[in-house]
């Protein structure tokens, strides 16, 4: 059974910074690309940042470009995304996916696997 779950959300001041991580289990991790998204409310699930099975690879979204470092231990089958500067505009459920084949890509759809999801909140 495949399971990802994310922590490591919560409520944060803008400018401040948070780091959610994601535990995987079910899958052999090293072979599966792992993204971040995040779902505000009323709007649709929008790409942040994804990372090639190797760490040799990782994209992000413009709007997190030089804010958001995504990163993997593939012994410890995690997943993280450090969130520096952060803005109001951040504010959403953040989840953690992974997709079966190692490379890197920013689209929803080729994703195999999604966790629950971790709020974040950025307060003015």
């Known amino acids: 059974q495949v399971q990802l779950v994310e922590s490591g959300g919560g409520l944060v001041q803008a400018g401040g910074s948070l780091r959610l991580s994601c535990a995987a289990s079910?899958?052999?991790?090293?072979?599966?690309?792992m993204g971040w998204f995040r779902q505000a409310p009323g709007k649709e699930r929008d790409f942040v940042a994804a990372?090639?099975?190797?760490?040799?690879?990782?994209v992000y979204a413009d709007s997190v470009k030089g804010r958001f470092t995504i990163s993997r231990d593939n012994a410890k089958k995690m997943v993280y995304l450090h969130m520096n500067t952060l803005k109001p505009e951040d504010t959403a459920v953040y989840y953690c996916?992974?997709?079966?084949?190692?490379?890197?890509?920013?689209?929803?759809?080729?994703?195999?696997?999604w966790g629950q999801g971790t709020q974040v909140t950025v307060s003015s």
């Open positions: 990372i090639g099975r190797s760490a040799g690879s990782t």
């Open positions: 079910g899958i052999t991790f090293s072979t599966y690309a």
């Open positions: 996916a992974a997709r079966r084949f190692g490379t890197v890509q920013t689209g929803a759809g080729t994703y195999d696997y």
